[in-house]
């Protein structure tokens, strides 16, 4: 190392010269690698956020202290969280704190949770979420850990589809092929049913009629015989009238016959209305859009309709109110109905059993505000508060096996709430009975 005449610092020799010329380019080298690095990690958060943005599934992901840090609209949805309330929240907690059976979830046997500890995958089917208005849905999930750049565990990311709603979906669309066929068949039905029915009335009309006149008849023949018994000429025949008389009971046709023609007009007119109310169910929704609705009229129909359900455990008792016209799918608000008075059924048949006891269903309609409202009260067991928060889940049923699907209900929400924009809502005492309210707007 020499020294510097003006200066009088030592310089460096030629080695020490290339020493530090080496460790520059070392630094150099190390800041290209980290300028590298930060690009990758800022790259890879965009695809992050783009993930999230587009992808068809729903993904949230969660911190090291499983809180929720970011949530696609995907799973926002499926939710029913708003970003800024569901951020910052713990995952665990938020949407997955409680078993299908109502008992709690612990927090340590949770995939999630298993994640952040251990860094594994899991692929779990057949789980249930919880939305923010207390209600479930059946899922899949995949849960993975999220590293840093130094390789430890900073998160997890958690990507899940909703079988429910997939379920109901193709329960949909398959149910719907069954109405449509159910349809078309009641189509049938009602019109081969309908064309000899129309002659049967007409018959029953003139023979009761022709009854009327040959009574009259009958009535004035007496009377001439009783007048011509006095004369001894014709005393012979008008007795033998008189035997005949006593012999075919004259006197009871006249007093059942005219009875028998009233219950047979009965039967017609019942048979006639349950044609109409078939006819009515066959050719409703056509069109995908909503028609002019008489929602009175619907419930009339369907009351015809499912009267085998109710007629041998409750009577049913009206109270229609003067409903406006509202536009409406008048097919599913029958199917909604429908449901909900075989459900009542159900409810008094498990209180009445099988002896002479009867129940009751009561349908109300009235407005109010701008609303048209059904109300259907039953005089049921009632629903236990246990699983109140689960009626309108799909494929939930306390009914025995065969006995019920767990769709209709469910069915019956997306109806009113998606397709129509009204609500559907319940009452109940256990050991009462429940009622059901049906909101829709008129402004539909």
Request: glycine share 10%; net charge negative.
């Amino acid at each position: 190392m020499g020294v510097d005449a003006q200066s009088g610092f030592e310089i460096p020799g030629a080695d020490g010269g290339r020493r530090i010329m080496a460790r520059d380019q070392d630094i150099k080298s190390l800041q290209q690698e980290l300028d590298s690095a930060r690009e990758a990690l800022n790259q890879l958060r965009y695809q992050n956020e783009m993930m999230l943005k587009w992808v068809e599934g729903a993904v949230l992901l969660v911190d090291r202290r499983g809180r929720i840090i970011q949530a696609n609209s995907a799973a926002l949805a499926a939710l029913g969280w708003k970003e800024d309330e569901l951020l910052g929240r713990s995952c665990h907690e938020t949407i997955h704190h409680t078993l299908d059976d109502g008992s709690p979830y612990p927090r340590e046997f949770c995939p999630v949770y298993a994640a952040l500890e251990d860094g594994s995958s899991h692929h779990v089917d057949g789980d249930i979420f919880w939305r923010k208005d207390g209600t479930s849905f059946s899922v899949d999930y995949i849960a993975c850990s999220t590293r840093d750049e130094r390789n430890r565990i900073n998160g997890a990311v958690l990507t899940f589809r909703n079988l429910t709603e997939m379920r109901l979906q193709e329960a949909k669309r398959i149910h719907g092929m069954k109405l449509e066929s159910i349809g078309e068949l009641s189509a049938g039905i009602a019109h081969e049913i309908n064309t000899p029915m129309q002659f049967i009335a007409s018959n029953l009309t003139f023979l009761r009629e022709g009854f009327d006149d040959i009574l009259e008849l009958l009535h004035r023949y007496r009377a001439f015989r009783q007048s011509m018994g006095r004369d001894e000429k014709y005393a012979g025949i008008c007795r033998e009238l008189a035997d005949f008389e006593e012999e075919i009971d004259v006197e009871y046709l006249e007093e059942e016959v005219p009875g028998a023609f009233e219950q047979t007009e009965d039967g017609v007119d019942r048979v006639t209305r349950l044609v109409q109310g078939l006819k009515g169910f066959a050719h409703a929704d056509r069109s995908e859009a909503k028609q002019e609705t008489d929602i009175n009229a619907i419930i009339e129909n369907t009351l015809v309709v499912c009267r085998n359900e109710y007629k041998y455990v409750a009577d049913v008792e009206t109270r229609l109110g003067d409903l406006p016209v509202i536009r409406a799918h008048p097919g599913d608000i029958g199917q909604v109905i429908l449901n909900l008075v075989v459900n009542a059924a159900h409810a008094i048949a498990d209180v009445v059993g099988s002896g002479d006891e009867r129940g009751r269903i009561t349908i109300e309609t009235r407005t109010e505000d701008d609303e048209v409202v059904v109300s259907v009260v039953d005089t049921g067991k009632g629903i236990p508060d246990a699983i109140r928060n689960r009626i309108f889940d799909p494929f939930f049923t306390t009914k025995e096996v065969g006995l019920g699907s767990g769709q209709g209900l469910a069915i019956a929400r997306t109806i009113i709430h998606d397709k129509h924009g009204g609500t559907i809502s319940f009452t109940s005492t256990p050991g009462q009975g429940t009622t059901f309210f049906v909101r829709l707007p008129v402004a539909g």
